[in-house]
């Protein structure tokens, strides 16, 4: 293949990704083809300059995705210091036995990520202006990506991502050996109480106020993997990865309690009301959300403001696992 139809290949394969992992991944086996580097990767860092994130690419085409005990070598992170220090967006050094590559893919004030290679040699003019017209298009492609997923009031995934996410999630909770111990994944339906009160009252620019602090609220309590949606109103959806239902629960009450603390003028106190259950391997994940929506139900019921587990409802004999019915919250 010549090297400008390798190029028009990479190009396609970028522009045909819908998921941002999928993209990272594709962006990954680019890097791998045109300079077949000793090692490559994409690390994300917040804004304390922590690793929260760590994209890889293995062996053959398997990419893998790491959230928690990532170290940054001391020579990376040398490097992201100068780069921070003098405000570049690339930087290439050298050492005995290698060469050291690293471009700042995206940086908001919350997180920084950085595509990190390690190669034999210094690349090329040829390879450098290569790599930076790929990871041009990546990022503008991942700009565009982002916008189409994201809710515009808020800044969290909107509706239309949600089915993607949970039933990719859904799929993979059966190769997923976080089940070795006692780990799951969860989705869990939160809803503003007494929301339609805060338009009436005050105004619908007053009301998105509020889901603007709420949704703040909750992008401060979850994990960087954890999944966050608006889908509308006043309902938001989280999915939930690698969790005991303890730290799940934990999460969820610290959640409550943190839109609690939410001061604005007018209103005395904001809270919301959760529901939340456990993805199973052998439950349809259309019957998940049902389950969710059923402990909600549940928490609005028994004087909201509170967190209810599925099997806590089914415990109380209000719900069995075969039953399917609706609460107050419509998905679909």
Not at 26 to 53: C, F, G, V, W, Y
Not at 259 to 276: E, F, R
Request: one cysteine or more.
């Amino acid at each position: 293949m010549s090297i400008s139809n390798n190029i028009l290949h990479h190009i396609e394969n970028f522009t045909a990704q819908r998921d941002k992992e999928l993209l990272a991944f594709s962006l990954l086996k680019s890097i791998r083809n045109i300079l077949s580097p000793a090692q490559s990767s994409i690390i994300t860092l917040n804004k304390r300059d922590e690793p929260t994130m760590e994209i890889t690419l293995t062996g053959g085409d398997r990419c893998t995705f790491n959230h928690s005990n990532i170290e940054l070598s001391p020579e990376v992170r040398k490097s992201i210091d100068y780069m921070n220090a003098w405000h570049l967006e690339e930087f290439v050094d050298a050492y005995e036995d290698h060469h050291l590559s690293i471009h700042l893919l995206k940086q908001s004030r919350q997180h920084a990520q950085y595509l990190i290679v390690t190669l034999d040699k210094k690349p090329s003019k040829s390879e450098n202006y290569i790599i930076k017209g790929m990871l041009s298009i990546y990022s503008n492609f991942s700009s565009l990506l982002i916008e189409a997923q994201t809710d515009e009031l808020t800044g969290l995934m909107n509706r239309k991502t949600f089915e993607e996410s949970i039933v990719k999630l859904h799929n993979n909770q059966n190769t997923d050996d976080s089940s070795q111990n006692d780990q799951s994944n969860w989705i869990a339906i939160i809803d503003l109480d007494h929301f339609k009160s805060i338009n009436d009252n005050y105004g619908h620019l007053y009301g998105d106020e509020v889901l603007i602090h709420v949704s703040r609220v909750m992008q401060h309590t979850f994990r960087m993997d954890d999944l966050l949606f608006r889908f509308g109103g006043e309902e938001f959806v989280v999915l939930m990865k690698h969790r005991t239902k303890q730290e799940c629960e934990d999460l969820l009450e610290t959640l409550r309690q943190n839109v609690q603390q939410i001061q604005l003028p007018k209103i005395d106190a904001i809270s919301v009301s959760i529901g939340a259950c456990q993805f199973q391997e052998d439950i349809f994940h259309i019957t998940l959300i049902d389950q969710a929506d059923q402990a909600l139900y549940y928490s609005k019921q028994n004087g909201r403001n509170r967190v209810t587990f599925f099997d806590h409802v089914v415990s109380e004999g209000l719900a069995v696992d075969s039953q399917v019915h609706s609460g107050d919250i419509d998905l679909f």
